[in-house]
């Protein structure tokens, strides 16, 4: 039989504040709409063994949001990439490319670094 928590993700325990809740309410974020993101293309090789890759920063967007377009990036180079700290990491020099598919995908404030 698993053990019932009896604490929440904060680690409270127990408190003595009458009005106290217990649960957590999300913070609501406002994301910028695609066209007004100031997205920055950068090579990059650092910590990499000497590999290049492509990472493309500033996006203002839910995480689900940017593993899709993470997906479609990765399909339109033809390599692979991931996604961290809301940047998106694509293997090898394809900053031209990326920025291509950005401005045709209405991310108009694109820049190549």
């Given at each position: 039989?698993?053990?019932?928590?009896?604490?929440?993700?904060?680690?409270?325990?127990?408190?003595?504040?009458?009005?106290?809740?217990?649960?957590?309410?999300?913070e609501s974020y406002e994301f910028?709409?695609?066209?007004?993101?100031?997205?920055?293309?950068?090579?990059?090789?650092?910590?990499?063994?000497?590999?290049?890759?492509?990472?493309?920063?500033?996006?203002?967007?839910?995480?689900?949001?940017?593993?899709?377009?993470?997906?479609?990036?990765?399909?339109?180079?033809?390599?692979?990439?991931?996604?961290?700290?809301?940047?998106?990491?694509?293997?090898?020099?394809?900053?031209?490319?990326?920025?291509?598919?950005?401005?045709?995908?209405?991310?108009?404030?694109?820049?190549?670094?």
């Open positions: 039989m698993p053990k019932k928590k009896l604490y929440n993700s904060d680690g409270i325990v127990y408190s003595t504040a009458e009005n106290f809740d217990f649960s957590n309410e999300e910028l709409p695609s066209n007004e993101q100031l997205l920055k293309v950068v090579l990059d090789k650092k910590h990499r063994a000497g590999k290049v890759v492509s990472i493309i920063k500033g996006f203002s967007m839910k995480a689900e949001e940017i593993e899709s377009v993470a997906k479609k990036l990765k399909a339109f180079c033809g390599s692979g990439g991931s996604v961290k700290d809301d940047e998106i990491i694509i293997q090898g020099d394809h900053r031209d490319k990326i920025l291509q598919w950005l401005l045709k995908n209405n991310f108009t404030k694109s820049r190549k670094i």
